[in-house]
């Protein structure tokens, strides 16, 4: 079956300007998590759905960060007002059962 | 919280040769997950090789095998029989409860 999905798989902006980062999870999977992998801060947890709940949102990095789950499926991270420690890649997974994670391809965020 | 470390950030080994990569963790819970993920340059997490702390015996995938010591919180990877493939980083992760704490990584090289 299909895996978990990402879009876009690469995007560049501007410093100050707003982004969607998009997570399509496996199908009838409860559970979605999100990463972010730096250079410097290597893969960190950010935050993770159970549901259209997040438990616990103390792992994103600044206020300009926020992410939604709606109809138990898509979720959206939104990064506003950019800056350019914000470059990484944007890792999701997603699970159906505890001990278990399946880790989409990423988008690889650049802020000029 | 809990702390994995990965005290060789590069590995190299000959073709069809054994290869141990190590990981030690630190944590106060007893029933926990322990994973080794592999991710080429494509940056794709894929999972290696998965165990659960509360079972004794060390988990094996094909070529791939564990060796967790419990008491000692170590969690080495074995990989038999190397082959130009398996060239990575390979991230060891522990979970609780919600997301995935990760190494620093172990850039696995193969030489032909």
């Known amino acids: 079956g299909a895996g978990v999905s990402q879009s876009p798989s690469n995007k560049v902006t501007e410093k100050g300007k707003d982004v969607e980062l998009r997570c399509d999870p496996i199908?009838?999977?409860?559970?979605l998590y999100w990463y972010r992998q730096s250079l410097g801060q290597g893969l960190e947890f950010l935050i993770y759905f159970q549901g259209n709940s997040a438990p616990d949102k103390s792992g994103l990095p600044s206020d300009r960060f926020s992410a939604e789950r709606t109809g138990g499926s898509v979720s959206t991270l939104t990064i506003q007002r950019t800056q350019q420690e914000d470059s990484a890649v944007y890792l999701c997974?997603?699970?159906?059962?505890?001990?278990?994670?399946?880790f989409g391809p990423g988008t690889r965020l650049t802020v000029t | 919280a809990q702390t994995v470390t990965q005290s060789q950030p590069e590995m190299s080994v000959q073709e069809a040769e054994t290869v141990t990569l190590s990981c030690t963790y630190d944590?106060?819970?007893?029933?926990?997950?322990l994973f080794w993920y592999k991710q080429p340059p494509s940056r794709q997490m894929i999972l290696v090789i998965r165990q659960e702390a509360y079972k004794q015996q060390n988990a094996t995938e094909n070529r791939f095998s564990v060796n967790f010591q419990k008491a000692a919180k170590s969690f080495s990877l074995k990989i038999s029989d190397s082959q130009l493939g398996d060239a990575a980083m390979y991230f060891c992760?522990?979970?609780?409860?919600?997301?995935?704490?990760f190494g620093k990584g172990t850039h696995l090289i193969i030489q032909p």
């Open positions: 199908s009838g999977h409860t559970a």
């Open positions: 944590t106060s819970e007893s029933d926990y997950y």
């Open positions: 992760a522990f979970l609780l409860d919600d997301g995935l704490t």
């Open positions: 997974a997603s699970s159906m059962k505890r001990g278990e994670q399946y």
